[in-house]
């Protein structure tokens, strides 16, 4: 039993503080949108078939048949340089926690309009994060 016990938890602790050297976990779904969240204190837990994400910065939902998978990366995949919109479209904007800011008609007066954070947007029948620095 010892023989099996010591390296699988010296496996766990080398996967652990290597972990711990990715500042972002991304969670891609299978539409292929990519969210990712600051790792440090990192909760993970699955409350009625969803992964729920919490952190410092607030708590994500993830139904778990839509993920596709979860990485840790050196940058985060949530900032959002250009959203493809073409004219007739309108950036519903909210908060990550569901308040609703409004309807903007371009990315340029959506990143004037909003302080530096988080935000979630839907246009074209996607619902995208975006980061505002």
């Not at 050297?21 to 440090?40: E, I, R, W």
């Not at 919109?85 to 903007?104: H, R």
């Amino acid at each position: 039993m010892k023989k099996f016990l010591i390296p699988t938890m010296a496996l766990m602790l080398a996967m652990s503080a290597s972990a711990e050297t990715y500042p972002y976990l991304s969670f891609q779904t299978v539409d292929g949108s990519v969210v990712s969240l600051k790792s440090s204190n990192l909760n993970l837990t699955i409350e009625d078939g969803k992964l729920v994400v919490q952190n410092d910065e607030g708590s994500n939902k993830f139904v778990l048949t839509d993920l596709a998978r979860m990485f840790f990366s050196q940058s985060t995949e949530t900032a959002i340089t250009n959203l493809n919109t073409d004219v007739s479209s309108t950036l519903q904007v909210y908060t990550t926690s569901g308040v609703f800011l409004g309807g903007f008609d371009s990315e340029r007066s959506l990143r004037r309009s909003v302080p530096s954070g988080i935000y979630v947007v839907k246009t074209n029948g996607k619902t995208l994060k975006m980061a505002v620095k």
